[in-house]
């Protein structure tokens, strides 16, 4: 089993500053892309950044220019560096990851449980 653990997420005011990380763990053989969404109250899940193995990253024009996707491949981990942050980010910040795992060897995308990002006015 593959298992994505976050951390990094609580209450911040405008215009402060959260690092959320995200380590996966378990049998893994390599990892694609690893992505961070988030999900506010009432709204659907939305793509906020996805780094590839290579580092190609890609953001949601929202978050462009104040949020930082980055991975250490030697770790399993990405991490979501988010300035400047606004009442609107506020959500629940889900880490997604996909690739092969062993025994079997197989495909896998999982996601985090899950960690609250509160920014206040």
């Known amino acids: 089993q593959v298992q994505l653990v976050e951390s990094g997420g609580g209450l911040v005011q405008a215009g402060g500053s959260l690092r959320l990380s995200c380590a996966a763990s378990?049998?893994?053989?390599?990892?694609?892309?690893m992505s961070w969404y988030r999900q506010a109250p009432g709204a659907q899940r939305e793509l906020v950044a996805t780094?590839?193995?290579?580092?190609?990253?890609n953001y949601a024009d929202s978050v462009k220019g104040r949020f930082t996707i980055s991975r250490d491949n030697a770790k399993n981990t990405v991490y979501l560096q988010m300035n400047s942050l606004k009442p609107e980010d506020t959500a629940v910040y889900y880490c997604?990851?996909?690739?092969?795992?062993?025994?079997?060897?197989?495909?896998?995308?999982?996601w985090g449980q899950g960690t609250q990002v509160t920014v206040s006015s």
């Open positions: 997604n990851a996909n690739g092969r795992k062993a025994f079997p060897s197989t495909y896998f995308a999982v």
């Open positions: 378990g049998s893994i053989v390599s990892i694609n892309a």
């Open positions: 780094i590839t193995s290579g580092g190609t990253t």
